[in-house]
């Protein structure tokens, strides 16, 4: 009862409390006013990159599936088959029952592709992230990452508790700086950045921040989701950059290029026998279904096998930088810069209207006054589609 008491003494004259729809409305309305209210909508994947959306059939140049995977047949077989043999769900944890016999074979296939020991498969790219820092750097260590690293990134560094700072992108004299003047005074170093940074479609200067983790004693881990299945003949950006070598922790995705979903981190043995034991993201998560495991497994065969299919993305998206007159891309990711989150909406929309879904990124996902279109170019898109869209972007007025 005392404590009753006291806690209505501490609450006099604080007004009316607000419920916490009350709360949620006025945050809502923030965003509105804002322009960065968003909704999910209804997106029917087809084909070849054909989508509708509001009963529309769209070309899609918003989609991470850069080499068409997620709809080609020997995938989609592996994964029904899977579902036959093992059934719909992995039931726990990876420690507990849910390591079912396809995943020992899907770390086979990426540890080889990536010239590792070995590779350790999370439940997504956003789970290895958040899991993987925190077992190499905690309290009295050191994380130096990129500034434009993706927000899974940013999160396992805030749940390692180890000292972070974060370097001007793809600065290497900062990044440099901050070595200098911060290093010693840690036990160990972990340098986080990007191979392809998902946004802006540039790749990070893997060589250099190599040198710099050797010089000042500290560890390179990358997140080659947007690298791994279309640069360095589907290797990923460390072997294009041909430092593959010189990587200890090396992640990636199975929901883009490969088409299916799940993350992983490619490292020497024991690496993955200690996040085993202590990544808390993959022992607390239940198990990826067998048809997810196996469908990656049938598509890193294709990745491995048809070099003229991981070609594709980059030609498609040279295609449409030079047909518009902008500087080559590093990657598979071109964006157009527009600013406003207002006006990056309604130049999506003016896309829409000449066939083309490709979505506005807006806030907090990119830095305010930076919204842009974001355009991904894949295997399944044909010459004529790209110079379609070349064509309607021009005709929206958004480039000079």
Not at 240 to 267: H, N
Request: charged share 25%; net charge negative.
């Amino acid at each position: 009862m005392q404590f009753c008491v006291q806690t209505v003494k501490t609450m006099e004259g604080r007004g009316p409390n607000l419920s916490i729809d009350q709360v949620v409305r006025r945050k809502l309305q923030g965003l509105e006013v804002q322009t960065l209210r968003r909704g999910l909508l209804e997106i029917g994947r087809g084909d070849v990159g054909r989508t509708t959306r509001d009963g529309q059939d769209l070309i899609s140049f918003c989609c991470n599936d850069y080499l068409g995977l997620s709809q080609h047949a020997e995938v989609k077989r592996a994964a029904a088959d899977a579902v036959e043999t093992f059934g719909v769900g992995a039931g726990a944890s990876r420690l507990v029952t849910g390591n079912h016999p396809l995943y020992a074979d899907l770390e086979d296939r990426l540890a080889r592709l990536k010239g590792t020991e070995a590779a350790l498969v999370f439940g997504s790219g956003y789970l290895a992230n958040l899991g993987i820092p925190p077992v190499f750097a905690g309290s009295g260590d050191l994380i130096i990452a990129d500034e434009l690293s993706h927000a899974s990134m940013r999160a396992g560094i805030q749940a390692s508790q180890a000292e972070s700072r974060f370097f001007q992108h793809n600065d290497i004299d900062d990044c440099r700086r901050i070595l200098e003047q911060e290093r010693i005074r840690f036990r160990h170093c972990l340098i986080m950045t990007e191979g392809v940074f998902s946004m802006d479609g540039d790749r990070a200067p893997l060589a250099d921040l190599c040198d710099l983790a050797e010089i000042f004693d500290a560890w390179l881990m990358t997140d080659d989701a947007h690298g791994f299945g279309v640069l360095g003949v589907g290797r990923g950006s460390a072997v294009e950059d041909g430092v593959a070598d010189r990587i200890p922790l090396q992640m990636g995705t199975l929901s883009k290029a490969v088409g299916s979903y799940g993350g992983f981190i490619c490292a020497s043995r024991p690496v993955i026998d200690l996040l085993v034991n202590r990544a808390r993201s993959l022992i607390y998560a239940t198990g990826l279904p067998p048809a997810v495991v196996a469908a990656s497994c049938a598509a890193l065969d294709i990745i491995e096998r048809d070099d003229e299919l991981v070609r594709l993305p980059m030609a498609r998206a040279l295609q449409f930088t030079q047909s518009l007159n902008l500087p080559d891309p590093e990657s598979s990711i071109v964006p157009v810069i527009i600013g406003a989150a207002e006006e990056a909406l309604t130049a999506s929309e003016q896309l829409v209207q000449e066939g083309f879904l490709v979505t506005a990124i807006r806030p907090p996902t990119v830095p305010y006054d930076t919204a842009r279109l974001r355009f991904t170019f894949a295997a399944h898109h044909s010459e004529a589609d790209v110079e379609r869209l070349a064509d309607a972007v021009r005709e929206t007025g958004l480039l000079p």
